[in-house]
């Protein structure tokens, strides 16, 4: 019986990603400001974080930047809510993988 719980979730969790990826690609291909977002989120992403100094003012320069265009501040709100909420989605199937692979073990 747990067979089937794990095979189940574990066809979420793959449908999961790769839905994630189809609407995050078509999100990027009909909104410009989207492929601004992942841009700005590239530049974010060039200064490592354990360059603390470096890092802080890379990431006021990168704040600065965002409030002198609200438009593509908002699309990089809209692309990383998007993200974190495939990322939750995925996480969820996850771990019902895991539960279902080990209720046998420990259930």
């Given at each position: 019986?747990?067979?089937?719980?794990?095979?189940?979730?574990g066809m979420?969790?793959?449908?999961?990603?790769?839905?994630?990826?189809?609407?995050?690609?078509?999100?990027?291909?009909?909104?410009?400001?989207?492929?601004?977002?992942?841009?700005?989120?590239?530049?974010?992403?060039?200064?490592?974080?354990?360059?603390?100094?470096?890092?802080?003012?890379?990431?006021?320069?990168?704040?600065?930047?965002?409030?002198?265009?609200?438009?593509?501040?908002?699309?990089?709100?809209?692309?990383?809510?998007?993200?974190?909420?495939?990322?939750?989605?995925?996480?969820?199937?996850?771990?019902?993988?895991?539960?279902?692979?080990?209720?046998?073990?420990?259930?």
């Open positions: 019986m747990w067979f089937w719980g794990f095979l189940a979730s979420a969790l793959v449908g999961t990603v790769v839905q994630a990826r189809s609407a995050l690609a078509e999100l990027v291909e009909r909104d410009p400001l989207a492929r601004s977002a992942l841009a700005v989120d590239e530049f974010a992403r060039e200064v490592p974080r354990w360059r603390l100094v470096s890092w802080l003012r890379h990431r006021r320069l990168l704040e600065q930047l965002k409030t002198e265009s609200p438009a593509e501040a908002s699309a990089y709100r809209r692309v990383w809510a998007a993200v974190w909420a495939w990322s939750l989605l995925a996480t969820s199937a996850l771990v019902a993988s895991i539960g279902a692979l080990l209720t046998p073990i420990f259930g």
